[in-house]
């Protein structure tokens, strides 16, 4: 059965630094257990406890599963290969340790970092990307970090493809996936990341199903999505004006995915991810809002 969980980004918690600090774990958890959420991603480290036994404390108390952490790499760099794999490892232990799920390590690019990519998220061109010796630096990278979390503790790496990274568009997402060995690196299917990136999530659950292993919903505003290229906002622009609205008021066919997901018997979880910053408003009501809208289409 599909389960719904949140992350800690949902809470302005997110990898990208900010100048308003963002609630602490405890609060997050509170709130995320309160609004009917049953796991929960670990955030960036450190957010949480590292130490598996008072992190497992933590979400026994408030009945939340642990089910996977993000971790960010600037796979176009080769020198960046060695510590990411360090971090991804490190990460993978601490959740193969504190949590009782099959918990995944979500790989990505470091999203944000390179000016171009962050200037032109949501209207990438193909002269904004990678050449093809670049492409075979990045799958390299992205394959040495899933076999080492892998070899290290049996645990599965999902590759999340993310606005202002350099795996965005459906062309870099094939050129991500026909580089990488479909039993080692999943795909992170984000509806929302995937539609303001110009793509569709029902054609990727069609073209990558069987390498879907995690799931973000997200949502994408059309209208935001329009004035972000009218006017050349970067991508953190964008997120402040709302371009991952609340689901169901966005352009994501939710009830069309959901359908698609028990066609191909998807069994793992469906994350929620909203990307409110510090300041935003009240992430909790946010969150609750989303989990009734997800009630309401059957999960």
Known sequence: MIQIANAPCSWGALEFDLTEPAPGYAHVLDEMAATGYAGTELGDFGFMPTEPGPLRKELAQRGLALLAAFVPVALADPAAHAAGEEVAVRTARLLATASDERPMVVLADDNGSVAIRREHAGRIAPEHGLRDAEWDTFAAGAMRIARAVREATGLRTVFHHHCAGYVETPTEIDALMRRTDPGLLGLCLDTGHLTYGGGDPLAALSRYGDRVWHVHFKDCDPAVARETRQRGWDYFEAVRRGIFCELGRGSVDFPAVVAALGERG???????????????GTPAESARRNREYLRSIGL
């Open 266 to 280: 998807y069994g793992g979880w469906i994350v929620v991810e909203q990307d409110v910053l510090p300041g935003m």
